[in-house]
Each structure stands twice: as structure tokens, then as C-alpha cells.
């Protein structure tokens, strides 16, 4: 019998899945790498409150660090560990001192 998956465990099989979407959009490009159009579509429908003009474009610039113009999974990861820390910065200001 199989274990259900933790929290833990599903929250990173999400961020996996959603890198593995957005890379594989279909649009002829690599299938590894996000591109800036596939970047601004994910922040578009996934992160809907950095949807600012030209979000894409630096957030692209901050994680390129091979700077090929894609960002692959290792440079996303940097995204959403970045994302990570603002939302503990957030949640750690709103709680009881």
C-alpha cells in the first residue's frame, strides 16, 4: 500500500509540476528551460499579484545567472526560494511578539 504524500512532499511535486508546464508550453521551445514569454504567462496565471509590466523581463534578468536568455530549473528555483522568503517575511510580521 502506497503512503500518502505530505504536505511537504506535494508542495514540492507542485513547484516541479508547474516549472515542467510553463517550460513545456508548446511553443517549440526548450522543453528544460522557461523562456520570458513562457515566464510572464506563468506570473500571469500563477502569480497574478507580481503581474506588473515588465516583471517578466526583470525577474528574468535577477535569475539568468548563465544569462542564455531561459531560465532553467535550478534558476527557478532561486524564484521560488525568493518567494519563499517574502511570504515568511510577510506571515513573520503579522504574528504576536
Known amino acids: 500500500m502506497a503512503k500518502e504524500a505530505t504536505a511537504l512532499e506535494t508542495g514540492l511535486a507542485i513547484i516541479y509540476g508547474t516549472f515542467v508546464k510553463y517550460a513545456d508550453s508548446g511553443d517549440g521551445g526548450d522543453p528544460t528551460t522557461i ?3 513562457e515566464l510572464s504567462k506563468m506570473i500571469t496565471e500563477q502569480l497574478p499579484l507580481l503581474d506588473e ?12 545567472e548563465d544569462e542564455d536568455g531561459t531560465m532553467d530549473f535550478m534558476e527557478y528555483c532561486g524564484l ?6 517574502i511570504l515568511h517575511m510577510v506571515i513573520s510580521d503579522q504574528l504576536p511578539k
Not at 521560488?80 to 522568503?85: D, V
Open 35 to 37: 523562456n520570458k514569454k
Open 53 to 64: 509590466e515588465g516583471m517578466a523581463k526583470t525577474l528574468m534578468k535577477e535569475l539568468d
Open 80 to 85: 521560488i526560494t525568493g518567494l519563499s522568503m
